[in-house]
């Protein structure tokens, strides 16, 4: 069983950037691929970045891609999140995931343990 950890949120003005970090225990993630997933108040969630298990492929939801990067350190069982030109659309509960493959799959049903969330808010 892993435990995925989420940190970095954050209040944020529009424009700035944050960078949410996920560490796991329990596991080594380097054969699986992680994702990224986020929840608006009153949204369903939403896939926002995946990276698979060797980090040489990435996949993104068509709104972040050019502002977010997805990156992992598999020596330290962490994965990140670099956000940029933040939006307020941006803000949400980002839920970090990992995937039952190693293939960056931005389907929620593929993703099998999954942290508890980080609250991130950008102002206007």
């Known amino acids: 069983q892993v435990q995925l950890v989420e940190s970095g949120g954050g209040l944020v003005q529009a424009g700035g950037s944050l960078r949410l970090s996920c560490a796991a225990s329990g596991r080594t993630l380097d054969t699986y691929a992680m994702g990224w997933f986020r929840q608006a108040p009153g949204k369903d969630r939403e896939f926002v970045a995946a990276?698979?298990?060797?980090?040489?492929?990435?996949n993104y939801v068509p709104s972040v891609k050019g502002r977010f990067t997805i990156s992992r350190d598999n020596a330290k069982n962490t994965v990140y999140l670099q956000m940029n030109s933040l939006k307020p659309e941006d803000t949400a509960v980002y839920y970090c995931a990992k995937d039952r493959n190693s293939l960056a799959s931005s389907r929620e049903v593929n993703y099998d343990s999954w942290g508890q969330g980080t609250q991130v808010t950008v102002s206007t």
């Open positions: 990276i698979s298990g060797s980090g040489s492929f990435t």
